[in-house]
Structure formats: structure tokens, C-alpha cells
């Protein structure tokens, strides 16, 4: 008890020193965001362990335990585990970056990559200690740790994903991240695709998490062979590896991967996902390689969100309102609060908006009330999932800021429901530019930076068609696109540096 007791306040000394990296803040009309949102910064900012010393390989309150120095590292798992995991640092990863963590996921994105090698199959660890090595409770030896598929293709699309918010070159030239992406997209797919070979990871199907699972979803059919999250996040993976080989100027490599990613988006949408299903999508495989339908939570939910599902089609939409009713009943919803996490970044990104904002009011109705938040009530109660995540909830996908195209540009799309009239949202790093973000509504946005180059490139979109947008008051004529699956008018606007500039749908 005594070394959690020295833990804790090391601590808390630490966090101030992570408050000042990068004080992300947001000002809006909707009272319980604004008060979240503050209570999250915090919350999540109080699970850094950078620079402390503490216990490892600990679970239990009562249990004796070595004290480490720690690495750059946050918690991302239970509290009561001295250990980040690879699903969960997945998950809070932007969370992190918009909290100005950037050493912190570099060195653990590294530490999972480090530790996929040939006698593990090329499966990451699980988890890993805040000082570097195993964590015990998940890993025995190198036959016999807990691994689960859709990890290993995460990694890689993170790996992109955090590259993309960054521009630090590490992403690209480190040896271990670029050892492991190769190797997760080509080696470990062939390595592991022997009961049902058709190109996609699978599993042994014993159901035993030290075996390894198709699925994330751990309460429920452990004995598919392939789930709907594991080859959702084997195309996002694909995808992510086109764009590090692009990125590193390897064109060839990137066309494949590119057509390996469309392959497979074709497999699933003409086979994989539809066969013997006339309505709606299959979820996974069983051991007899027969596809398995119905509820599945992660491996239901997953295959929208990792956008393998054809968007034009009906199917998909009907799967969006599946998955809606079935997290709305009293059986299908999850009853850890991490799992739900997923959820509003799944309807804001197919501009269902006010579903986004449903599932995200009700994980804000967990995290209590406004007096009780240094604490969260309910399954799991103080998750680190959940602070990280809402940060990125709000700030990615409901205001609908990300990383543009070129490399110092940025883009936005508002999804602000109907109850919130406006989100001012002050330094979104990306790149070497710090941003301010303003949306009004989904009809206006303004935006300014400091830092970064003297020039950048803002695309800026709205939900809809609108054939001309005013940028300062001055009318443009717009460009009218699809994504994912909606409707959205944009225009590229080149902005300079401390200078404030407005896009609005009309006058």
C-alpha cells in the first residue's frame, strides 16, 4: 500500500509539467461539454507517468512489487495495472497527441512494435510495463501471452494516423516501426491464415486469449476463426501502410498496398460480409469457416467504423441503424463504458450527427455529475479510455478537425448536433502549427494559426450542397464531393499566419 501511496503523489507532482506542453481548451455554448471536456483534460493529463518511479507488474492494491523508473508512458488499461496496452493505447492515442503527448506515444507505439518478432509470430505483446519490459499477468512466455488480432493491424493504422498529426519523421525512418508494419501486413497475414485461406488473419478458434482471438469482443464467440474487427482493421491497416510507403517515397510499394486494401474491400462486400446474409452484414467465422450474423459488439461495430462496408449501399445504412438499436437495448449495450467509447466517433464519421451526440451524452452521463467528476461511476469506474477519447471525440470527430492532405494543411467538417450552437476549440497541434478552430453550428467555421509555415492550406467543408461558400464575405464557388457516404461542400483556402479567416454557407 505504501509504494501506491509514493506512487500517487509522484503522480500528481508530475502532472503539471504535462498540463504546459500543450493546453488544448474549448469554449462553447453547451454548459455539461464545456464542464466535461475540462474535467477530461485533467483526468487524462493525471495518468501520465513520464519521468516517476513506481511499481510494475502490479494489479492488486495488497501486492509487493519492484519499484522502476518509468518511460514515456501514460496508463492505458486498468488503473490497477502498471501497464499500457496495445488496444487501449490504440483507442487514446489522438486523445493523447491533442493533449500534447507526443513522446509518450512514439515510445509506446515503438514498445508494442519492438516486441512483434519471429517466435511470436509476429504478434506485439499485449501490454507492456511503464518501465519497458512484459507485463506478467498477460505474458508467460513467448507461446503463451494474450494476443488479439485486430491489435496488430491497429498498430499499423495508428502508426499513419499519428505520422499524419505530427510530421515527425521517426514514424517513417524508426527500424522497429518500420520492421513491424512490414511485417504485420505480410508475414503475420501469411503466418496466420491456414484454417479459412482467403488473405485474412485469423485465429486458432480455441477461445483461449493465450492463444489469441479474431476479436476484441472477449464475453463472446472467442471461438470465431475471423471477425468482423479483424478484417475491418486488416484494410485499415493496408490503407495505412500505402500511405507510410508514399510518405517514404516508396511509390511501387504503395500501389500494392493500395490494391491489396480494394481487394480485400472487395472480398468482404461481395463474399466475406454478405454470404447467406440477404439484409444485413456477417460478423465472423466459426471453426466450421461458416459465417456467423447478429450482434457481436466490437466485431459488429467495427466494420463501419474501419469503413470496410460499401457506404453507397442500403446494407450499410441498415447496419448503422442495427447497430443503434441493438446498443439501445438492454442486452446488446455493452456493459463496460471503454467499449462505448467507440461509438460516437462511428455515427459523427457517417454524419449522423445526432446519434454521435446521443452516444456521446450518454458516456457523459456516466462520468456522473458535474460535482463528482474526479471520479467515474459505473463498470471499470476510473477508465483511462474514457478521458482520452472524449478529447478526441470532441475535437476530431464531432468538430471534425484532421490533418489535411498536404503536408502543413489541415481540414474540418462540422458535426455539431442540433443542441449545440457553437465550439471554439484553442491549440490543435498539427505539424508545427497550432491551431484555433471555431465551428458554428454545421454553416460556419473560422480559424487561425501560430507556428508551423508561413503558409498553409485549409480545406474547409460543411455538410450538404452548397455551390457557393464566402470566405471573408467573399463569395467562392465551391466544390461538391461525397464522404463517407454524405454529401459535403468544400474549398481550399491558402492562409497565412496569425490572421483569422471565416468560411461560412452564406452571408
Known amino acids: 500500500m505504501k509504494t501506491f501511496l509514493l506512487f500517487a503523489v509522484q503522480t500528481m507532482l508530475s502532472v503539471s509539467v504535462f498540463a504546459q506542453k500543450q493546453d488544448i481548451s474549448i469554449d462553447t ?82 514498445a508494442f512494435a519492438a516486441s512483434a518478432t519471429k517466435e511470436r509470430k509476429w504478434f506485439p505483446l499485449w501490454a507492456i510495463n511503464f518501465d519497458g519490459s512484459p507485463y506478467t499477468l498477460d ?8 494476443r488479439e488480432i485486430p491489435a496488430v493491424f491497429e498498430l499499423v493504422e495508428k502508426n499513419a494516423q499519428l505520422y499524419d498529426w505530427t510530421k515527425d519523421q ?92 480494394q481487394t480485400l474491400w472487395n472480398y468482404f462486400n461481395t463474399e466475406w460480409g454478405v454470404k447467406n446474409n440477404r439484409e444485413l452484414y ?32 442500403n446494407r450499410h445504412l441498415n447496419y448503422l441503424d442495427y447497430i443503434d438499436a441493438q446498443l439501445g437495448s438492454k442486452e446488446g449495450l455493452p456493459e463496460n463504458i471503454e467499449a462505448i467509447t467507440y461509438v460516437p466517433e462511428l455515427f459523427f464519421k457517417y454524419g449522423q450527427n445526432e446519434r454521435g451526440w446521443k452516444w456521446l451524452k450518454y458516456i457523459i452521463s456516466k462520468i456522473n455529475t458535474v460535482h463528482a467528476m474526479a471520479t467515474l461511476t459505473g463498470t471499470n469506474g476510473d477508465y483511462p479510455e474514457v478521458s482520452f477519447v472524449l478529447i478526441s471525440n470532441v475535437v476530431q470527430d464531432m468538430m471534425g478537425i484532421n490533418p489535411g492532405v ?33 465551428q458554428q453550428g454545421i454553416s460556419g467555421t473560422t480559424l487561425s494559426y501560430s507556428g508551423g509555415e508561413a503558409t498553409q492550406y485549409w480545406q474547409a467543408g460543411f455538410p450538404g450542397s452548397h455551390p457557393y461558400l464566402y470566405v471573408n464575405g467573399i463569395k467562392k464557388k465551391s466544390h461538391i464531393g461525397q464522404k463517407n457516404g454524405f454529401t459535403y461542400s468544400y474549398i481550399e483556402v491558402k492562409i497565412g499566419r496569425d490572421r483569422q479567416y471565416t468560411v461560412a454557407t452564406q452571408l
Not at 287 to 313: A, C
Open 29 to 110: 455554448d453547451q454548459k455539461e461539454l464545456q464542464e466535461v471536456f475540462d474535467w477530461a483534460k485533467q483526468k487524462a493529463r493525471s495518468f501520465v507517468v513520464t519521468g516517476t518511479r513506481g511499481p510494475v507488474n502490479v494489479y492488486k492494491k495488497n501486492q509487493s512489487a519492484d519499484i522502476a523508473s518509468y518511460q514515456p508512458a501514460y496508463w492505458a488499461g486498468y488503473p490497477l495495472r502498471t501497464a499500457f496496452y496495445s488496444r487501449d493505447f490504440c483507442h487514446q492515442a489522438v486523445g493523447a497527441h491533442l493533449l500534447g503527448l507526443e513522446e509518450e506515444n512514439f515510445t509506446m507505439l515503438r
Open 406 to 438: 498536404k503536408g502543413n494543411s489541415l481540414e474540418t467538417c462540422s458535426h455539431l448536433p442540433q443542441d449545440i450552437e457553437r465550439v471554439k476549440v484553442s491549440n490543435v497541434k498539427i505539424g508545427g502549427a497550432m491551431y484555433t478552430v471555431k
Open 282 to 313: 456477417n460478423r465472423g467465422y466459426d471453426k466450421n469457416n461458416l459465417p456467423v450474423s447478429g450482434w457481436g459488439k466490437e466485431n459488429s461495430w467495427f466494420l463501419p467504423l474501419k469503413e470496410i462496408t460499401d457506404q453507397r449501399s
Open 139 to 146: 505474458y508467460r512466455n513467448d507461446d503463451d501471452f494474450v
Open 170 to 261: 521517426r514514424y517513417l525512418n524508426d527500424p522497429a516501426l518500420s520492421l513491424f508494419n512490414t511485417k504485420a501486413v505480410s508475414d503475420f497475414v501469411a503466418l496466420h491464415d491456414a484454417k479459412k485461406p482467403n488473405g485474412v488473419a485469423e485465429s486458432e478458434g480455441s477461445g483461449n486469449i493465450f492463444k489469441g482471438t479474431a476479436t476484441y469482443n472477449e464475453h463472446r464467440d472467442q471461438t470465431l476463426i475471423e471477425a468482423g474487427d479483424g478484417i475491418g482493421s486488416q484494410y485499415q491497416a493496408y490503407l495505412a501502410f500505402a500511405k507510410l510507403s508514399a510518405w517514404s517515397g516508396k511509390k511501387s510499394q504503395a500501389g500494392n498496398y493500395t490494391k491489396k486494401a
